[in-house]
């Protein structure tokens, strides 16, 4: 029988804590939150998204990085150890087994939309826009989807240089990225921040972010507040889980844990502070969904002094938090297969060229496929590919995921395993956090799902 190799651990707590922030933060910061916020009105929004943040995914992502410090091997072997442990008879490695298929999913769609950022970065490099009308803007978009080839060589590129660094050892290839690119991306983002304190409307920009707009609150919008904090923070499909295998056990969880969700938190609300600034002195629509980044921005750019350097700092940027959640992605089913026996290089290039293969469907559904809805039979009208990928593991299974993950560490382990496995001295923090995992997921989440079901 093959000797079992340890299972790696990072070899410092703030590389634990930069790979895990590079995890978390990504395209969902940047381009997901400001397009979220930008069509839900703003402020109202921000504080529904903050709080469901704070209140759920802030104690489930606790949850989820202590089970894989307890269970230490990949995500379904460490589950199935805990079941073991807590003596249950249910399938605890089940929602580990989604979340590894889930996970090539999401990369599939995932490095679609890398590989645009990418391309607008090297467009950005040649000339940055300057003087772009808005119809070659929209064309850029436009011809960029409608041409598949294009996306999938910026695609195919982004997933081979995430499988590279994948297939080296833990320490050598997860940890050394996160270290060299989060410093870099906050430096960034703090420039382009101060850029649009000092040259856009910043208090404009401020304003729609904090100030108190009317918001009716809809189960729509909740679900995709939740939807985007359990995004945001990669909860729920088990990436967390395995960086938490990783973690030493001198590391503190729930500090490290606060550390980390401040800086994903702080990553949106400065990327919003970078980006709607430039809006409103352009006079752009905050509302216009997803083509934010890559329609409204460029136009922006191409208006301003400075503007190539800008633009290009700002996909250089997206690039890296991407990046940084990419190999988050690929190294989860990568590890349960090195477990198998495979070495992780053949992994790496086997998971990536699956969510290769898959992303061709997600390229189709900006281009040929964009009026076929693979689903409508199921009564799901008017969804492509793309949209079934991302809203059905955003609205479905990042949230019973994380109450999978909420229930184990609530009701399935014993309470002093959990307390004496945290730790955590304050008592009283101790029991709100249980209290939440026990009671508040659960209600919170089965809600929203029984609404969203039985309609509003
Ligand atoms: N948290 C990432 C983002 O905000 O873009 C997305 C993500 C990465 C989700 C990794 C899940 C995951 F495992």
Same mark, same amino acid.
């Given at each position: 029988m093959?000797? &079992?190799k340890a ?9 634990f804590?930069?790979?895990?922030a590079?995890?978390a ?7 997901? *939150? @400001? ?9 109202g929004?921000?504080?529904?998204y +903050? ?9 489930v ?13 990949s995500?379904?072997?460490?589950l199935?150890?805990? &079941?073991v442990?807590?003596?249950s ?8 087994? !989604?979340g ?5 999913? $999401?990369?599939? =769609?995932?490095s679609?939309i890398?590989? &645009? ?9 040649k000339g ?5 009308t #808005?119809a070659?803007v ?9 041409s598949p080839l &294009?996306?999938? /060589?910026?695609?195919?590129l *982004?997933?081979? +240089?995430?499988?590279?660094v994948v #297939?080296l050892?833990?320490r050598?290839g997860?940890?050394?990225?996160g270290?060299?690119l ?10 382009l ?6 040259k856009?409307?910043f208090s ?6 904090f100030?108190? %707009?009317?918001i009716t609150?809809?189960t729509h919008i909740l ?5 985007q904090?359990f /995004?945001?923070?990669?909860?729920g ?7 938490g ?6 590391? %503190?969880?729930p500090?490290?844990s606060?550390?980390i969700?401040?800086?994903d938190v ?6 919003g502070?970078?980006i ?7 006079n752009?629509?905050p509302?216009?969904?997803?083509g934010l980044?890559f329609?409204?921005l460029?136009?922006?750019f191409?208006d301003?002094t ?11 940027l997206?690039?890296?938090?991407a =990046? @940084? #959640?990419?190999?988050?992605l690929?190294a ?5 297969m ?5 070495s992780?290089k053949?992994a790496a290039?086997f ?5 290769f293969?898959?992303s061709?469907?997600t390229?189709l559904?900006?281009s #040929? ?7 409508a039979?199921?009564?799901l %009208?008017?969804?492509? *590919?793309f949209?079934?990928i991302?809203e059905? $593991?955003?609205?479905?299974?990042l949230p019973?995921?994380?109450?999978? *993950?909420?229930?184990m !560490?609530?009701w399935g ?5 959990v307390?004496?496995a945290?730790?955590?001295k304050?008592?009283?923090?101790? @029991?709100?956090?249980y209290?939440v +995992?026990r ?6 989440i089965?809600?929203?799902?029984v609404?969203a079901i039985i309609?509003?």
């Open positions: 093959k000797e &079992q299972h790696p651990t990072f070899s410092s707590r703030i590389g804590i930069l790979v895990t590079g995890a933060v990504g395209l969902g910061n940047v381009w997901g *939150f @400001t397009y979220v916020a930008g069509k839900n009105g703003g402020g929004f921000v504080l529904v +903050l709080l469901t943040l704070v209140l759920i995914a802030a104690p992502f606790m949850a989820e990085l202590l089970l894989g410090r307890m269970g230490r091997a995500t379904p072997s460490g199935k150890k805990l &079941q442990r807590a003596g008879r249910l399938p605890w490695a089940l929602p580990a087994w !989604v590894l298929v889930a996970s090539v999913f $999401v990369l599939s =769609f995932y679609v890398a590989g &645009q950022v990418v391309a607008y970065g090297f467009e950005a490099l940055g826009f300057a003087g772009w #808005s070659q929209i064309a850029l978009d436009a011809d960029f989807k409608s &294009q996306p999938l /060589f910026w695609s195919a *982004f997933i081979f +240089l995430a499988g590279a #297939s050892d833990v050598s997860l940890e050394r990225t270290k060299w989060m410093p870099i991306l906050l430096l960034m983002l703090v420039g921040v101060g850029f649009a304190a000092l856009a409307d404009a920009g401020f304003d729609f972010l100030g108190f %707009h009317d609150l809809s679900m995709e507040a939740v939807g904090a /995004f945001t923070l990669s909860i499909i088990g990436g967390i889980m395995l960086l295998s990783y973690m030493g056990d001198n590391v %503190h969880l500090k490290a606060a550390w969700i401040l800086m702080s990553v949106a609300l400065l990327a502070l970078a709607f600034p430039l809006l409103f002195s352009a752009m629509d509302a216009v969904g997803p980044v329609v409204t460029p136009l922006v191409a301003m400075g503007g190539a350097v800008l633009a290009f700092v700002f996909f250089l997206l690039a890296f938090a =990046f @940084t #959640s990419a190999i988050s690929l989860t089913p990568v590890a349960r090195e477990e198998g026996g495979i992780r053949k290039v998971l990536g060229a699956v969510s293969i898959l061709i469907a390229t559904s900006f #040929s496929w964009s009026n076929y809805y693979p689903l039979f199921l009564g %009208h008017g969804m492509t *590919f949209d079934l991302r059905g $593991v955003n609205n479905i299974i019973l995921g994380g109450l999978a *993950f909420a229930l !560490v609530g382990l014993k309470r002093e395993d307390r004496a945290l730790p955590i304050n008592r009283a923090l101790f @029991t709100i956090w209290a +995992l009671y508040l997921v659960p209600v919170a089965t809600a929203l799902f609404t309609g509003e």
